[in-house]
């Protein structure tokens, strides 16, 4: 079946503009994730759903950022006044979310690169 | 807060030796482990996990992982490596104690396998 699909693959702004980042997860999964990943360094977790509301935003790097899910599906995160150092790549995955969810596998995206000039 | 290192940057392996990409973890409870490779320009793919039971877990392409307590690690391992198999490799935990569900990642270690 279709994975976890990330839009766009390639994003280059210009410092101070607004960029929104979209992901579509897998059909079914409840649960959904976003990560950053910088350049030679492994993944930072930014904010986690569970349905349409967001139980674990508490790595959000500041209030430039957020992210919204509709309909317990597609996902966007959203960065405002980008600047040089959110340059990276944004990953997504989702999860079945069931009960006891700490067993549950994440399936990535392939990920969006920004690069913020 | 649980963590995890992979202490080498690059592991080289020539094709057909055995193939070892290590990892240890810090958590406050029992660990829940996995295993990730990234292939360029891709998102990350699931290889293995480690939830309870036996120490020795199986996954995808014919590897493999150990999960020791006692030396909080849990070493990725292929018998015999192929080319094909190098990759960016993150070792990743989640430590139900805190009650959330996001993975604590190390920062990669990139294989090489020559050929």
């Known amino acids: 079946g279709a994975g976890v699909s990330q839009s766009p693959s390639n994003k280059v702004t210009e410092k101070g503009k607004d960029v929104e980042l979209r992901c579509d997860p897998i059909s079914g999964h409840t649960a959904l994730y976003w990560y950053r990943q910088r350049l030679g360094q492994g993944l930072e977790f930014l904010i986690y759903?569970?349905?349409?509301?967001?139980?674990?935003k508490s790595g959000l790097p500041s209030d430039r950022f957020s992210a919204e899910r509709t309909g317990e599906s597609v996902s966007t995160l959203t960065i405002q006044r980008t600047q040089q150092e959110d340059s990276a790549v944004y990953l997504c995955?989702?999860?079945?979310?069931?009960?006891?969810?700490?067993?549950?596998?994440?399936?990535f995206g392939p990920g969006t690169r920004l690069l913020v000039l | 807060a649980q963590s995890v290192a992979q202490p080498e940057d690059q592991v080289n392996v020539a094709e057909g030796n055995p193939l070892t990409v290590k990892c240890t973890y810090s958590?406050?409870?029992?660990?829940?482990l996995f295993w990730y490779v990234q292939y360029p320009n891709r998102g990350l793919q699931f290889l293995l996990k480690y939830i309870t039971g036996d120490n020795l877990v199986k996954g995808s392409y014919g590897f493999e992982a150990e999960f020791n307590k006692s030396q909080t690690s849990f070493h990725l391992k292929k018998p015999s490596a192929l080319v094909s198999d190098s990759a960016l490799y993150f070792c990743?935990?989640?430590?139900?104690?805190?009650?959330?569900?996001?993975?604590?990642f190390g920062k990669g270690n990139q294989v090489v396998v020559i050929p």
């Open positions: 990743a935990v989640r430590d139900p104690f805190y009650g959330n569900n996001r993975l604590a």
């Open positions: 958590v406050s409870g029992n660990p829940y």
């Open positions: 759903f569970q349905g349409n509301s967001a139980p674990d």
């Open positions: 995955a989702s999860g079945l979310g069931t009960s006891g969810g700490a067993e549950e596998t994440q399936y």
